[in-house]
Nanobody
């Protein structure tokens, strides 16, 4: 069974930065788009960012556009989410995800999920 393991979450003040990493194991995801979703308490899990299997195309939710970047290193089987200018409303559990490339970049769900990394932004 493939695994996605997130790291890098934590507590940061508003305006600060954090980088989340997602390491894949037990299989490679070179033919999968990958990305991040987040879920705030009492809310649905929502798409945040996605990166194409080739690494060339990216897509971001409007709420994070211009502040977050996504990248992947297939040699390391790792995808990253760089989060800048963080706001209290970015507080959520962030989930790494992988899905088959034919589904496109912005999706409502994924084929594989990580366990989640908590990001808390204080005001």
């Amino acid at each position: 069974q493939a695994q996605l393991v997130e790291s890098g979450g934590g507590l940061v003040q508003a305006g600060g930065s954090l980088t989340l990493s997602c390491a894949a194991s037990r299989r490679t995801f070179t033919s999968y788009n990958m990305g991040w979703f987040r879920q705030a308490p009492g809310k649905e899990r929502v798409f945040v960012a996605g990166i194409a299997w080739s690494g060339g195309d990216t897509y971001f939710a409007d709420s994070v556009k211009g502040r977050f970047t996504i990248s992947r290193d297939d040699a390391l089987n790792t995808v990253y989410l760089q989060m800048n200018s963080l706001k209290p409303e970015d507080t959520a559990a962030y989930y790494c995800a992988a899905w088959l490339a034919y589904r496109g970049l912005r999706v409502g769900g994924a084929d594989y999920w990580g366990q989640g990394a908590q990001v808390t932004v204080s005001s």
